[in-house]
């Protein structure tokens, strides 16, 4: 099974260890493109919603919120702790641990199928997991996918590479993307959306604010989310301590008055079956 951990060699699902960072410094930016694909989406009112590989919930927190019925799949124990838990007061909707390759729901469950930064993470299993999103979602419905538009992803991840060269030791590999470049810009996402059984494929670009935190704190704030980064996890404590400094200088230099850095940026990819 692939995993969209983004991980170089998973051993634990990588979102338990960094789910405390990932929802202060991650979510916010998923939340913002989720807001996007369901305004593109244009679902009908009590729609049945799939939010694949879910998260925390960025897509079906907000979907529940405005009256959908959802289903939120993941196989993050931490996140689907969240998730359960923020889906508390939406009773038709509901957290599910489900890998996204191996979903059991009956073909035609859905009026809408989204994966937020999940699914085009799969690498040779895109084209499956694509299908199962296509499988699970009735005649007329609506694929709605939201992937990176750059191979490092969020901004976060540049500015520790930036970092990492900066401590100038031969014996730090520098850190390398680890979003496949398969399927960076429309024509390729139009494309793989395309070849699962959609029409009326359309993909745009959003730019959304990025948060940072302080420079003082950002290497312990963000420390957990460089962890599925081998080369990241392969350094000495001599070297992280000399990092430390380095990346706080980073962030600094990227924050704004507002505490901004620069935006995230993400396309959004919206797909229909046909009746
Ligand atoms: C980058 S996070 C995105 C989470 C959420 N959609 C968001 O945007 O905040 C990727 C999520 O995919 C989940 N995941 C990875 N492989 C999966 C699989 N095979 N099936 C279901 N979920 C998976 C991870 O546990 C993680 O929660």
Not at 111 to 120: E, K, N
């Amino acid at each position: 099974m692939k995993d969209c951990s983004m991980t170089e060699a998973p051993r634990t699902n990588p979102f338990d260890t960094m789910l405390k960072a990932y929802l202060q410094w991650g979510e916010p930016v998923s939340r913002a493109f989720a807001r996007a694909a369901l305004d593109r989406a244009g679902l009908a009112p009590g729609s049945a919603v799939l939010d694949s590989c879910a998260g925390a919930g960025a897509l079906a927190v907000a979907a529940a919120q405005e009256g959908h019925r959802v289903r939120g799949i993941d196989i993050s124990a931490g996140m689907l702790g969240v998730l359960t838990e923020r889906l508390t007061p939406f009773p038709g909707s509901a957290a599910e641990h489900m890998d996204a390759l191996e979903m059991i729901y009956v073909d035609d469950s859905f009026d809408a199928a989204f994966s937020v930064l999940g699914v085009l993470n799969f690498g040779d299993a895109v084209p499956a997991a694509l299908r199962g999103l296509v499988r699970v979602t009735r005649p007329g419905g609506v694929i709605g996918l939201v992937h990176w538009a750059s191979t490092w992803g969020a901004p976060l991840f540049p500015m520790m590479a930036e970092a990492m060269t900066r401590l100038d030791d031969p014996a730090v590999a520098p850190l390398v993307p680890l979003v496949s470049d398969e399927y960076m810009g429309p024509a390729a996402l139009d494309a793989a959306l395309s070849q699962a059984g959609c029409v009326d494929v359309s993909t745009t670009v959003h730019e959304v604010a990025n948060l940072l935190p302080e420079p003082e704190v950002a290497f312990d704030e963000l420390d957990s989310m460089y962890l599925n980064h081998e080369r990241y996890r392969a350094l000495t404590d001599e070297q992280r301590s000399r990092l430390r400094g380095l990346f706080a200088e980073e962030v600094r230099a990227a924050r704004g008055a507002d505490g901004k850095g620069a935006p995230a940026v993400g396309h959004v990819t919206i797909g229909h079956l046909p009746q």
